[in-house]
């Protein structure tokens, strides 16, 4: 008798255990994709940054305001380009990249 409770006890634990690592698992993929959102969100704006130094500094070449945002969106556009490289190298796929040793 008191073994089957034990049994019973220990299955609902891993039921218990199971249903956390669900929730976890899902909440991840929320996460997931919320960052992916942030992400786009910020390639749009180093895009807008980019957009708009080109159309000014093409209008009027030496405003130096239209230089400043052309350097924005590049600077912006490498770093956000060489964090996720180098999320992808240390994380996702370790050793496949040499640049990451």
Known sequence: ???ESLQQLSSTAATKADGRNLQHGR???WLAWLRCAICLALAGLAI???L???VIAH???RHR???IFCTV???HGLVTFTSEYALYALWTAP???SASN
């Open 1 to 3: 008798m008191a073994r």
């Open 95 to 97: 050793g496949v990249s």
């Open 59 to 61: 209008r009027r070449p």
């Open 65 to 67: 305001l239209g230089w």
């Open 27 to 29: 909440l991840v993929g």
């Open 52 to 54: 708009v130094g080109a």
């Open 73 to 75: 969106g590049l600077s």
């Open 48 to 50: 807008a940054f980019s």
